[in-house]
Every structure is written in structure tokens, then in C-alpha cells.
């Protein structure tokens, strides 16, 4: 399909993929049909052969979360919210947590609102040093979601997630790397060039491993130790059987660089 709201651009040569949400004198704040355009360019993303995907804004912000002015405030005929978050929100952080590549949240800007879980669903979030995130939430009489109440007190500890949920203050992403809630803070200028790096690294690693590496760590937020350590074991036993394993041995073997293929 074609875009509007958002940027798709797959490059063969090292394939990764980058997603650009692209609404920016709306700090591409969401919207239903930017929804729909994510949505397809995430099928697109898994059937082009693309093993890294780099999500980022265009403009001066990452994502500003709902956009209000997409909403229905009609006494009487107001936008369920919850039919909002149930249709939308929810389907794309579980997406984006389940997808079998490795996904580069590269935080240009302001993210705000469901914006800054977007990026937390990442499973690597690097910001530029200007970034800030802000769980705006309680300044209009809500509740953090986009997986927000989930990610925060797991990366920041209980005091600074209610903090931070509570006040609504911005966290500049210097203080977000130092509190451990993104994986990095780097120089504006180098953002884009880092994270094309990390993805190029990236796509060129045993995909399926790192699918599983996801699964596994996710996992073990709420499983108890022996369930973890069943799931460990299944998932070895599955690797155990790929072809990347195989090659990341022989490459051993033979003190040279693996090839992998991502099967």
C-alpha cells in the first residue's frame, strides 16, 4: 500500500528496514490511519527478508503519543478510549515485542505519551541527547498505556516509575540512559548514522537467536526460575538444530567470521 503518515524504506543490500513515522507538525502524534499504514508496513517488513528494523520520527519529535484532535469529545458520543487502546495501541506493542527481528527504537525528539512506550517496546532504544521522554498521561486525567505501567517500574524501580508516571516530568535521555530505561544517549548529529550501524550489525547476526533471546528475556519477567529454566532448555534445543548454529560453530572451528542467514 502507499504511505502518508509514515516512511517505509527497506535497504536490500544489508537488509534493514527503517520505519519513519511521518506526521511532523504533529510530532507524528497517532492516529487511526497512521495506525493502519504501521500496521501494513510492519507485514511488509516481515515478508521483504529485512533482519533489523530502525523505527524514528521525522521532524523535531519521535512520537507525541494520541493525537486529541483524532478523537471524538461529543457529550454523549466520546471516543471509548479503551476500544482505542483495545483496536490499536495494544496489537502494535505486542507486535513490536513478537517480532522475530530485532527492533532499533532511534528516539529523535520528544517522545511523549503512548510515544515514549512505542519506543520502550523497542527492544533497543538509542535517543538523541536533545530526546526527551515524557509520560504526559496524568496532564490530561489518565493512566500510562502502551505498556507504560509495565516497562517503567521493570527498568527504573517502583519509586521512579511512580515518579515519573505521577508528575508527568520529562526525562531527558541522558538521565534515561543513566537510569537504565533506554540503552543509550548519543550526540544529535549522530543519531541516524549509530543506529544505521547498530541495525547493519545487527541484521548480519543468527536472527532466529536473537527472536529466541527476546522470547526467553521477556519471559522471565513473570515466570518462576524452573519455568525459565524449561524455556531455556526448549529454546536450545531448538537453536541447537539451526543452521546458524551450525555455521557459528564450523566459523569457530575455523577462526574465521560466521555467516549467518537468520534459519
Known sequence: MSYEAIRLDIDASNRVATITLNRPEKLNSFTRAMHQELNAALSDVET???????????GRGFCAGQDLADLDF??????????????????????L???????????NGTA???????????????????????????????????????????????ARALGLAITGDKLGAEKAESWGLIWQAVDDQELAATSA???????????????????AIRAGVTQTLDQQLDLERDLQRELGASH????????????RAPRFEGR
Request: charged content about 15%; proline content about 6%; some cysteine.
Open 97 to 107: 515485542q513478537a517480532l522475530p527481528l530485532p527492533v532499533i527504537a532511534a528516539v
Open 48 to 58: 521483504s527478508g529485512a533482519r533489523a528494523l530502525v523505527l524514528t520520527g521525522s
Open 244 to 255: 546458524d548454529y551450525a555455521e557459528g560453530v564450523q566459523a569457530f572451528v575455523e577462526k
Open 197 to 215: 550501524r547498530l541495525a547493519a550489525q545487527l541484521a548480519q547476526q543468527p536472527t532466529r537467536a536473537i527472536a529466541a533471546i527476546k522470547q
Open 74 to 95: 461529543t457529550p454523549g458520543a466520546m471516543t471509548d478510549l479503551g476500544e482505542l487502546i483495545d483496536v490499536h495501541f495494544n496489537p502494535l506493542i505486542r507486535r
Open 112 to 158: 511523549a505519551g503512548a510515544g515514549a512506550n512505542l519506543a520502550l517496546a523497542c527492544d533497543i532504544v538509542l535517543a538523541a541527547r536533545s530526546a526527551s521522554f515524557i509520560q504526559a498521561f496524568v496532564k490530561i486525567g489518565l493512566v500510562p498505556d502502551s505498556g507504560g505501567t509495565w516497562f517503567l517500574p521493570q527498568r527504573v524501580g517502583m
